[in-house]
Nanobody, 125 residues
Framework: QVQLVESGGGLVQAGGSLRLSCAAS????????MGWFRQPPGKEREFVAG????????YYADSVKGRFTISRDNAKKTAYLEMNSLKPEDMAVYYC??????????????????WGQGTQVTVSS
C-alpha cells in the first residue's frame, strides 16, 4: 500500500507558476505508475499527466502539453507537477494517484489504485 499527500497548491495570477508535490509513504513507491488529475468546480475529474515507474515515459493532456511537466524522484518517494503559464481554466483541485500498472501511462481514473486528498489551485485572471 501507499499513502499520498499533495502539497504546493495555492493562489496564483494567470501566467504564473506553481510546483505541486506528491509525497508517498511506504517502501515501494518506485513500483507504481503515477498520475496527476484535476477536478474543476462542478466537473468530472480529468487526467492531467502521467509518468511510468522509472520516469522515462510521460504523457500529457492536450490542454496542458507544453506548459506542465511531470517528474518523479524515487529516492525521495515524491512525484512533482511543474505548472507554468497558468490559465484561469487550470483552476481545480489537483490530485496525485498511484497505479500498480507501472510501465504504461494510464489516463483513466479507474485504473489508479491510490489517491491523495487533493490540493487546491486557484488562478486569478
Amino acid at each position: 500500500q501507499v499513502q499520498l499527500v499533495e502539497s504546493g497548491g495555492g493562489l496564483v495570477q494567470a501566467g504564473g507558476s506553481l510546483r505541486l508535490s506528491c509525497a508517498a509513504s511506504g517502501r515501494t513507491f518506485r513500483t507504481y505508475g503515477m498520475g496527476w488529475f484535476r477536478q474543476p468546480p462542478g466537473k468530472e475529474r480529468e487526467f492531467v499527466a502521467g509518468i511510468n515507474w522509472s520516469g522515462d515515459k510521460t504523457y500529457y493532456a492536450d490542454s496542458v502539453k507544453g506548459r506542465f511537466t511531470i517528474s518523479r524522484d524515487n529516492a525521495k518517494k515524491t512525484a512533482y507537477l511543474e505548472m507554468n503559464s497558468l490559465k484561469p481554466e487550470d483552476m481545480a483541485v489537483y490530485y496525485c494517484a498511484a497505479s500498480y500498472i507501472n510501465s504504461d501511462i494510464l489516463i483513466s481514473v479507474a485504473r489508479y489504485d491510490y489517491w491523495g486528498q487533493g490540493t487546491q489551485v486557484t488562478v486569478s485572471s
